[in-house]
């Protein structure tokens, strides 16, 4: 529990800010007239400059964690995923605040932040010296706090109100008399699909099937550009002058090419490394780089654009868009390979713990004891939390993302407990189960609003950020 003399600030905005838990990006929302949302929820739509700080944020909050220690060991290795679904929940919570009118006026914050002993003096008066201070040292604008404190406020607001009409149900009530008062002794074993060997490749038959019945590929959103190769300005400004008439003639850069005889062509840029179809392998990333952000900035048919470094030039125009589209099956073959092999060697996992579901293998298990009060961090979470649901000698097949895992419980051991121990751990259970609660609110929101999800440009822009 945080102690009540600390601020709200501390315990709210640097939170939000150095963690990155915020419901929604404070940054101005951008988008050229060709550009699209990368995630839509309800009329909340996050679009590509939004998306790449709202990542860059929640990496830096897992870097925190697993410098800590606090990072869950089911998390690891699944880094990428875990961020998506948790930038997903917050953003359906703020279309939910949106939807239900939540409103925070900047009167009301403004006066809040005044009371911040962080933005006061040694009399106790708000210092404006050191609030300016406090922005400049976190890179935020005037406009930006205010929308977190908004966002901090509007979400505390809700959860308040949710939580207070919320009361644990007498079954549960049951449950946590019996869960607390034992300690069982459960085994596991973790079947990874990908480790799976001699899988035999599909034939051409169930390909189709596949692709006709099950999966679906698409080409993402693409720009066609047309490149007009020129000598360095510096090397020779006789040449750009000519192109620079010819423009000037309204000559399209394919006929400028051949009345000059200079190299053209035109390709279609989906992600950076399509750049290297147009730039020469020995220029420098950074200017590969930079033509491509030149590319997302043009729209069709605008004027050229010329790029340059101390070797070469480039004019570069945009000649259309190319929209997303089904992949044909002959087209999407390679993708439809690679995802029957994996949807194959999961079948494979599961039915193999299936197998192994007898008293015999059991003994090879990894095993552990488990309490309700006493979280073990060297038991997967998935298992801990699934030991408390299922029955004496029972076997549990449970499907995750990461893999296939067999749980099975052993023993039930029980413990004495005074009343007034129950009392306590039912106080505590219910602050728990709160969380719970709210966990669950925030999850059935991706229910509630219609979400779509452009996979394919998250997969670029994030292959983007892995190569910068």
């Not at 067999?406 to 413990?415: H, N, P, V």
Request: proline share 4%; net charge positive; aromatic share 10%.
């Amino acid at each position: 529990m945080f102690e009540s003399k600390k601020s709200p600030f501390v315990v709210g905005l640097f939170v939000l800010l150095a963690f990155a838990l915020s419901m929604g990006s404070p940054f101005v929302k951008f988008s050229q007239i060709w550009d699209r949302p990368v995630i839509s929820v309800g009329k909340t739509k996050i679009y590509e400059q939004e998306f790449r700080k709202l990542f860059a944020q929640k990496m830096r909050m897992l870097s925190i964690l697993k410098s800590s220690g606090a990072l869950p060991s089911t998390v690891l290795g699944h880094e990428t995923q875990y961020i998506l679904e948790d930038l997903l929940k917050d953003i359906a919570l703020k279309e939910e605040l949106r939807t239900l009118g939540f409103q925070v006026s900047d009167r009301y914050i403004k006066q809040l932040i005044t009371k911040y002993p962080e933005f006061q003096d040694g009399k106790g008066k708000f210092s404006e010296r050191k609030f300016r201070e406090t922005l400049k040292s976190l890179s935020l604008g005037l406009k930006e706090f205010l929308d977190l404190e908004k966002d901090r406020i509007s979400k505390q607001r809700l959860q308040q109100t949710l939580m207070l009409q919320f009361l644990t149900p007498s079954i549960l009530e049951h449950g946590i008399d019996k869960a607390v008062g034992q300690r069982r002794k459960i085994r596991w074993k973790k079947y990874d699909p990908s480790s799976i060997q001699n899988v035999t490749p599909p034939t051409l038959e169930e390909l189709k099937t596949f692709y006709h019945k099950k999966e679906k590929f698409k080409a993402p959103l693409s720009k066609r550009v047309t490149v007009l190769k020129v000598s360095s300005l510096k090397k020779n400004a006789r040449e750009m002058v000519q192109v620079e008439e010819e423009l000037s003639a309204g000559n399209s850069l394919e006929e400028i090419g051949k009345k000059l005889n200079l190299y053209c062509t035109t390709v279609s840029v989906q992600r950076l490394k399509d750049v290297d179809k147009i730039i020469s392998n020995n220029s420098p990333l950074s200017f590969k780089k930079m033509t491509y952000d030149k590319i997302n900035l043009l729209n069709p048919k605008s004027d050229p654009e010329i790029v340059q470094n101390a070797q070469e030039a480039y004019v570069i125009q945009v000649q259309r868009i190319e929209p997303e589209r089904l992949l044909s099956f002959e087209e999407a073959k390679p993708l439809l390979r690679v995802s029957w092999l994996k949807m194959a060697k999961r079948n494979l996992a599961k039915k193999q713990a299936l197998k192994d579901k007898n008293k015999e293998k059991v003994k090879k298990m990894q095993h552990a004891y488990v309490t309700w009060l006493a979280p073990n961090k060297d038991i997967p979470e998935i298992i801990w939390n699934t030991a408390f649901k299922i029955s004496l000698h029972e076997f549990r097949v449970i499907e995750k993302k990461d893999g296939i895992w067999l749980l099975y419980l052993e023993e039930i051991e029980e413990m004495y407990k005074t009343p007034e121990q129950l009392e306590e751990t039912h106080r505590l259970l219910k602050e728990e189960w709160k969380i719970k609660a709210w966990y669950s609110y925030t999850q059935g929101l991706l229910k509630q609003y219609q979400i779509e999800i452009d996979t394919n440009r998250i997969e670029n822009i994030l292959q983007n950020q892995k190569g910068r």
